[in-house]
């Protein structure tokens, strides 16, 4: 079965410490995404990336990294720079970012609560 | 004023009845429109999507967008308690951006 899949379903972080999050997608899509979701808010981009070993900023990167050395790889890690970090985490993959037709498909999601 | 404008709801509606959502747009460059369900505790599906001005119909779905007007909206037929969800509208920006409403959460009641 072609999808997204993500890991943890549910992390439990102290202050102070680094965690990371696993997206792997099967679908061959060029385009992933990392968005947060808070109570009562739409989803906000974190990062997103077009093509391996390249990713651009979204709108709330900070206190977040990520890389793309694999096309079906986009893992976010949250640093302890991150003031806020409880929230759930979604990940989704397009066919291609500059297609402004493509649709975005998501993970489970990551359900990050910090202790 | 938000990029993407939704009532946060809650719609209740009639089993059987028609369900419908709303959501306005700023960017008038946008050029494509989803509409995605979310049910609570999941992730997002896309249930819809739309590009030209009019009607676009699958299934018990209908979405509907006016361009001049910057809406888009979404009526669902026939509405089941499993319709019962938070429903959120997602704008394609010209920057090639999805950017994202706070979502409509419906009701439907038996």
């Known amino acids: 079965d072609g999808g997204i899949t993500q890991s943890p379903k549910y992390l439990f972080r102290k202050e102070g410490q680094n965690v990371t999050l696993s997206c792997e997608q099967n679908?061959?899509?060029?385009?992933m995404y990392w968005y947060r979701q808070d109570p009562g808010q739409g989803l906000r981009l974190i990062y997103y990336s077009q093509i391996v070993n390249d990713f651009q900023k979204g709108d709330i990167a900070e206190g977040y990294s990520v890389s793309r050395e694999k096309k079906e790889s986009f893992p976010l890690t949250v640093t302890s720079a991150q003031k806020n970090p409880t929230a759930f985490y979604l990940c989704a993959s397009s066919i291609d970012f500059r297609d402004r037709y493509n649709e975005q498909f998501f993970g489970p999601g990551t359900r990050l609560t910090v202790l | 004023q938000k990029e993407v404008e939704q009532n946060s709801g809650p719609l209740s509606v009639p089993e059987g009845a028609i369900a419908s959502l709303n959501c306005t747009y700023s960017d008038r460059g946008s050029q494509s429109f989803f509409w995605y369900r979310q049910y609570s505790g999941k992730s997002p599906e896309l249930i819809m999507f739309i590009y030209s001005n009019g009607d676009k119909e699958d299934g018990r779905f209908t979405a509907q967008l006016n361009k001049a007007s910057q809406y888009v909206s979404l009526l669902i037929r026939d509405s089941q308690p499993s319709d019962s969800a938070t429903y959120l509208c997602?704008?394609?920006?010209?920057?090639?951006?999805?950017?994202w409403g706070a979502g409509t959460k419906l009701i439907i009641k038996p």
């Open positions: 679908l061959n899509h060029d385009a």
């Open positions: 997602a704008v394609g920006k010209s920057n090639y951006q999805l950017i």
